[in-house]
């Protein structure tokens, strides 16, 4: 899992993973001088996720077959948390599963 910290310079809308039901899929994320690209997160999560140049959030990110999936987010003045549950990170690894299980067959 890594970490990356600064202010959310740019996030761009959603799109709802319309195979799978759960989350949703961000084209592009800037957080200080890293861009992440495609980014499946909660979609309960995304709504804290605005950019905002006053204030710093740290995501924790973590990849599964290079795919950058977040785990949570937590805004370094107040110390908010926003974290994903358990059924979504347990979604994605069956999702992952199944697909290798298939393509790899």
Known sequence: MKKYCGT????TEPEFLKQFGQGLTIDTIRIGNKTLR???IFSETALFLKPDEKREVCLYVFYLLFTPNILGMKYTDTGDKHLVPGS???GSFIRYAVICSIVFH
Request: net charge positive; proline share 0%; glycine share 0%.
């Open 38 to 40: 495609k980014v499946k």
């Open 88 to 90: 979504f990170i347990l």
């Open 8 to 11: 959310l310079h740019q996030v």
